[in-house]
């Protein structure tokens, strides 16, 4: 069985780490568990992105109507 390095694991996570960051999320600011956006389009959202460890809001929009 092969067992890779510990330093080249730890590399590879990073560069997936380096890739994510910056994405960002819509979560429907409801009492419901998040769903679709196509479930309530006309709900308030928060955006999110992704820091590398956590979702960060980075702010409020009031629905997912195209700009």
């Known amino acids: ?4 390095p510990l330093e080249e694991w730890a590399r590879r996570r990073e560069e997936r780490r380096a ?3 910056g994405k960002l999320r819509a979560v429907p600011l409801t009492s419901s568990p998040h769903r679709g ?3 309530e389009p006309d709900a308030p959202r928060a ?4 820091d590398g460890l956590r979702w960060v809001t980075i ?3 009031d629905d997912l109507t195209p700009v």
């Open 1 to 4: 069985m092969y067992e890779e």
């Open 19 to 21: 890739q994510s960051k």
């Open 37 to 39: 956006a196509h479930v």
């Open 47 to 50: 955006i999110e992105e992704w």
């Open 59 to 61: 702010g409020l929009v």
